[in-house]
């Protein structure tokens, strides 16, 4: 099993930046697919973005909206997530997930993190 720890959430004003970290346990990251999903108040956990360790290869939810970018660092098995132009309806708790096939979809991912706060106000 593969530990994940997410760190980078916060309180920020609309229209402002984060960066969210997920360190991973060592292997196998670089054989990897990890996604950041998101639940926000009362709705069910949905998904943000992947990315393919090896490779790199990206998708995003539609709602991001070129405003998010998901990134990873192999060698110090890190994903990241940089949000710009946050709005109040990104407020949310959100998990960084590792998985071996490249899927949006939440059942396709073995490993999740505890998860990190954003909150964005208006």
């Known amino acids: 099993q593969v530990q994940l720890v997410e760190s980078g959430g916060g309180s920020v004003l609309a229209g402002e930046s984060l960066r969210l970290s997920c360190a991973a346990s060592d292997r196998p990251f670089s054989r990897s697919v990890f996604g950041w999903f998101r639940q926000r108040l009362g709705k069910e956990r949905e998904f943000v973005a992947l990315?393919?360790?090896?490779?790199?290869?990206?998708f995003y939810a539609d709602f991001v909206k070129r405003r998010f970018t998901i990134s990873r660092d192999n060698p110090a098995n890190i994903v990241y997530l940089q949000m710009n132009d946050l709005k109040p309806e990104d407020t949310g708790v959100y998990y960084c997930?590792?998985?071996?096939?490249?899927?949006?979809?939440?059942?396709?991912?073995?490993?999740w993190g505890r998860g990190t706060q954003v909150t964005v106000a208006s």
């Open positions: 990315i393919r360790a090896r490779g790199g290869s990206e």
């Open positions: 997930a590792r998985g071996s096939q490249y899927s949006s979809d939440l059942a396709s991912y073995e490993d």
